[in-house]
């Protein structure tokens, strides 16, 4: 088995994809899988701790992680589908009515 | 030796007439105002009179006083509003409140058509009000309160008619120059405690300041005598702050004859007189009383020469003679300078009533080029307007003799030939210049307007009574003081010599045959008058063509007021509109308030770029906040 370090890796390159999409794109939706994909990255580094120090207490996180995900996008798309039904655009930019 | 005596009443009295005058004046009638605004005065006199009487039987040096109440007690610092009444006050209160009492009553006739009847006599009691207050005090600071007062007065009733700009602007004049002049005294007042303090005495009563006037050096007393006095030369227009006075003629007549008179400009030799312990302690500061007393006598004398307006003639000649009263001062001879305020105050007075008289029956014009010949319409405007010129002339046995001769004699005998020459030169002038003006009114050929002529009428009695009661005092007034030997010689000097001291000559004079000198020289400038203005009346114009300089310097004041304008007036209002107003104020101020609010705004616009509401500029701040977090954390770990 690959040592714990090679998981943390993969977990922080994939964290920071995560956060370059949230930052860099305009779409909303990529900006949202990106989100998702942040939090898998964390689930990623909970999972692989947890088995190297022989807890369940990550993977028990890790449960509760993707409970709040699953009700996260079912309310997130819920949103961005809203919106794209007023405004017709899924660009972050063009979604500034409340903006001063 | 002090008595104590309810002086406050003095004080009571015009203080009642302005409350009333004030407040009731306007529903009041004319009547009414005209009584109470002169019967206050009198009542005044009354009490100031029975002062006088309880005084006399006092010991010389003897005084009345009164505690009205406390006043300011800061420390050891205390004055009260303390009033005392000695000889010299005694002198000043009978002048103030008699000449005031008569001018009050002159004046309810001479304002009879003016609209704001009330409004004048407030201002007139105020007028006294502050000026027996003036004289009263027992301590520096309050008579600081009425030397202020006087200059309030004066500034309200010279520009009592304040719809004309001209008028408004000569009161503010007047109000401006004595300012300049109260800065010194303030300072010198200050002085005054700031020496007495540093030997442990914090007072300004003149009584405690003459028992410890050892206490006080000769430069000291030098620093304090001069910024006092610089404030005696704007109160009692002197040079180089005598500019306000001939303005001030701008007022109604009997503001002049109250001004010229009784009150304010009388404030400065009483000043003088009052400090004569302080005076005393330093030549160098006597010296210069005298002298710039001196200069301005025969420069104002000069000027008065050729003025062609009968009130600005008068004008002049109140600065010269309060000048010979400086001299007297500055000499030493105080009571002779105080003798001299008195028969001044009647024979001014009297000087500008009549002049009021002849404005009145004139229907306002005071040109003499346009009078000539009153004397047959006006007759006993000019009787005692003759009177008065006598006496200011100094032609015995008219009061002006006996005084204008003491101080003479006193210059003279104290050593000081120049200023005694001076004096002397300045006699004839005064003679030239006072008998001019009466050829120019009354005498000659009448060079009246046609249409103000058919109405020409003497004064009213109101008008002419104190006129007489005036000329009287004019020919009596001077013999309380007969030479020494005379009958009851030097009574005057003597009765005074508790407050101001005895004057002692330096060496010994013919007192007669200074005064025959004096005498002759007055002369001389009335027979020079005679013949310019009465034998060849067509001298003067050729010699003011032939002399056309001359003329002209002196026609125009010696153009003193425009070099005023060039070296104060005009710097000051520069500096005042560009670089005060526009450098400091609009600038720098403005700049200072301005500038906060737009740095304000300017800081504010630059901060409000962070803020671009797209919540991925705020996430990239957050990661970089979390970053560096985790950075140091990471390495206080690793440390």
Known sequence: MAPPSYYMILSAVLFCIGVSGVLLRRNVLIIFMSIELMLNAVNLAFVSLSRAWGSVDGQSIVFFVMTVAAAEAAVGLGIILATFRNRATVNADEINLMRW | ?639
């Open chain 2, 1 to 639: 030796m002090a008595e104590h005596f309810p002086l406050g009443l003095i004080l009571l009295f015009p203080a009642i007439g302005v409350v009333f005058n004030l407040f009731v004046g306007q529903r009041a009638g004319r009547t009414t105002v005209g009584i109470v605004g002169a019967g206050v005065i009198g009542a005044a006199f009354v009490v100031g009179a029975v002062a006088f009487g309880r005084l006399l039987g006092l010991p010389t040096g003897g005084a009345l006083t009164s505690t009205l109440w406390p006043w300011i007690e800061a420390g050891a610092f205390k004055v009260d509003v303390a009033l005392r009444f000695d000889a010299l006050t005694a002198v000043m209160v009978l002048v103030v409140s008699g000449v005031g009492m008569l001018i009050h009553i002159y004046s309810s006739g001479y304002m009879a058509e003016d609209g704001d009847y009330a409004r004048f006599f407030t201002y007139m009691n105020l007028f006294v009000l502050s000026m027996l207050t003036l004289v009263l005090a027992d301590n520096l600071l309050l008579m600081f309160v009425g030397w202020e007062g006087v200059g309030l007065c004066s500034y309200l009733l010279i520009a009592f008619w304040y719809t004309n700009p001209e008028y408004a602007y000569n009161g503010r004049k007047a109000f401006i120059v004595n300012r300049v002049g109260d800065a010194a005294f303030i300072l010198g007042i200050l002085t005054t405690v700031w020496v007495g303090a540093t030997h442990g005495l914090w007072t300004l009563n003149f009584v405690e300041l003459r028992q410890h006037i050892a206490w006080f050096g000769p430069a000291t007393a030098t620093m304090i005598c001069v910024l006092l006095f610089i404030g005696a030369t704007g109160k009692s227009a002197q040079i180089p702050l005598y500019i306000w006075l001939p303005d001030a003629m701008v007022g109604p007549t009997p503001v002049s004859a109250l001004i010229h008179a009784a009150t304010m400009v009388t404030a400065g030799v009483y000043m003088v007189a009052r400090l004569n312990f302080l005076y005393l302690l330093s030549p160098d500061a006597m010296e210069l009383v005298a002298t710039v007393g001196t200069i301005t006598c025969i420069f104002a004398a000069t000027i008065a020469i050729t003025q062609p307006d009968i009130k600005r003639v008068l004008a002049y000649s109140t600065i010269s003679q309060l000048g010979y009263m400086f001299l007297a001062v500055g000499v030493g001879a105080f009571s002779a300078g105080i003798f001299h305020l008195m028969t001044h105050a009647f024979f001014k007075s009297l000087l500008f009533l009549c002049a009021g008289s002849v404005i009145h029956g004139m229907g306002g014009e005071q040109d003499m080029n346009k009078m000539g010949g009153l004397a047959s319409k006006m007759p006993i405007t000019c009787t005692t307007m003759w009177i008065a010129t006598l006496a200011i002339a100094a032609v015995p046995p008219f009061a002006g003799f006996f005084s204008k001769d003491m101080i003479l004699s006193g210059a003279y005998t104290s050593g000081h030939f120049g200023l005694w020459l001076l004096g002397l030169i300045t006699a004839g002038f005064t003679g030239l210049y006072m008998f001019r003006l009466m050829f120019m009114t009354f005498h000659g050929e009448s060079r009246v307007e046609p249409e103000r002529a058919h109405h020409l009428h003497e004064s009213p009695p109101v008008m002419t009574l104190p006129l007489m009661a005036l000329a009287l005092l004019c020919v009596i007034g001077g013999w309380v003081q007969l030479p020494e030997g005379w009958l009851w010689g030097g009574s005057f000097s003597r009765f005074l010599s508790g407050s101001v001291g005895i004057f002692k000559p330096a060496l010994e004079a013919s007192d007669l045959g200074l005064s025959i000198l004096s005498l002759a020289v007055s002369l001389t400038g009335a027979l020079i008058a005679y013949i310019f203005y009465i034998r060849y009346p067509g001298l003067p114009t050729y010699l003011a063509w032939r002399a056309k300089a001359i003329y002209q310097l002196l026609l125009e004041k010696y153009y003193i007021d425009q070099i005023y304008d060039a070296l104060v007036s005009r710097p000051l209002f520069f500096i005042a509109q560009y670089v005060l107003f526009k450098g400091l104020d609009y600038y720098t101020i403005d700049g200072l308030v301005n500038g906060t609010g737009t740095t304000v705004e300017a800081s504010g616009d630059a901060v409000r770029r962070f803020e671009t509401g797209n919540v991925q500029h705020y996430a990239l701040i957050y990661l970089i906040g979390a970053v560096g977090i985790a950075a140091f954390y990471l390495y206080l770990v690793m440390r």
